[in-house]
């Protein structure tokens, strides 16, 4: 199993003149969820190398078990600072993909054609693609059949208009996912801000907030373990055997 997980390589805040970046931990908690479970991993974002980490995740009260076992990981910060170039990635080399979300995803990722040509294609080839708080906004331009948008008619959920007004950023950012996914046609859905909430719709895995970075990972490995007994059930019992 080998999943390749994206994240931006945007670090500015708009005009504000302040940093943004990928959240940490909506990186390092699916990242040993991955991990244990056996899966090998390869990072990717648009720039390659080192991607920006959020200020905010950095912060002393933004950190968890996963965050602190990944700052004692030589292994797996070396991977973080040498992410591929979402340019070079071969999408049938994957089996899923996951995007972490961060405010710097609205900027670059939402808008880059590289992400938008991988999410279409490994949709198309019926491989779970996940996604959690601020990174839904990645399927922004994304189209599935007949050229409509990807989300449209399905169930997802993203970082909610409540949510980036309480951070104060609703009048920064250049889109609210809450309202792109409505706009775009998809069953938007939530619960409490800052509350746990995944929601899976087919091969489509979207979470609402940093809180939500396990479940929207353990429910990518759920659609992978679902497509790995169905290939296997599908096997003739000579090849199976």
């Not at 931990?25 to 244990?36: G, I, L, N």
Request: hydrophobic fraction near 40%; aromatic fraction near 8%; include cysteine.
């Amino acid at each position: 199993m080998k999943i390749l997980m994206v994240m931006t390589s945007h670090d500015q805040l708009g005009d504000t003149g302040k940093k943004t970046g990928f959240w940490l931990d909506e990186f390092a908690t699916p990242y040993y969820v991955f991990k244990d479970a056996g899966a090998q991993i390869v990072l990717a974002s648009p720039k390659g190398g080192q991607p920006p980490i959020d200020p905010g995740s950095d912060a002393p009260d933004a950190q968890t078990s996963a965050t602190a076992r990944f700052r004692a990981d030589s292994t797996a910060t070396a991977m973080l600072a040498n992410t591929c170039r979402l340019s070079d990635v071969v999408e049938e080399e994957f089996d899923a993909v996951f995007y972490t979300g961060g405010h710097g995803v609205l900027w670059d990722l939402a808008e880059d054609r590289d992400s938008i040509h991988l999410i279409e294609k490994t949709y198309a080839a019926d491989k779970p693609i996940g996604a959690v708080c601020h990174a839904p906004a990645v399927l922004q331009h994304v189209r599935g059949p007949f050229g409509l948008p990807l989300v449209r008619g399905l169930k997802v959920t993203g970082f909610s208009n409540t949510e980036e007004a309480a951070v104060g950023l609703a009048d920064v950012v250049p889109f609210l996912v809450e309202d792109m996914l409505t706009q775009n046609n998809g069953e938007y859905s939530k619960k409490d801000d800052w509350k746990p909430y995944a929601i899976t719709d087919g091969n489509l895995v979207t979470g609402q907030n940093p809180a939500s970075s396990a479940n929207v990972a353990h429910a990518v490995l759920a659609l992978l373990n679902a497509r790995e007994s169905s290939q296997h059930e599908s096997m003739p019992l000579a090849m199976a055997s």
